[in-house]
Nanobody, 115 residues
Framework: VQLVESGGGLVQPGGSLRLSCAAS????????MSWYRQAPGKERERVAA????????VYADSVKGRFTISRDNAKNTVYLQMNSLKPEDTAVYYC?????????WGQGTQVTVSS
């Protein structure tokens, strides 16, 4: 089982990034997918989640209207489009897969928003 995040980096405030999470080793289309983030000294928080079919999506209040989660079950990939980035969005972003009792995590990708 693997979840491999990519797309992180350094961006100026107001900029955009698109994170990707490529899944392998399990039946991706069965799993709800989420993006979490963890900033230094803070607890990990969920920023966005999408059901296995994509028919339900939820966002943390802090990212509503700026972030968009999507998935492509044919490519076994989930995305997080991040617009209007703020310094407080700086964190390690993790991909999460969940189905019944199975939970998988990626290794994380660093996002830094700074001028």
């Amino acid at each position: 089982v693997q979840l491999v995040e990519s797309g992180g980096g350094l961006v100026q405030p107001g900029g955009s990034l698109r994170l990707s999470c490529a899944a392998s080793g399990f039946t991706f289309s069965n799993y709800a997918m989420s993006w979490y983030r963890q900033a230094p000294g803070k607890e990990r928080e969920r920023v966005a989640a999408i059901t296995s079919t994509g028919n339900k999506i939820v966002y943390a209040d802090s990212v509503k209207g700026r972030f968009t989660i999507s998935r492509d079950n044919a490519k076994n990939t989930v995305y997080l489009q991040m617009n209007s980035l703020k310094p407080e969005d700086t964190a390690v972003y993790y991909c999460n897969a969940r189905y019944q009792w199975s939970v998988y995590w990626g290794q994380g990708t660093q996002v830094t928003v700074s001028s």
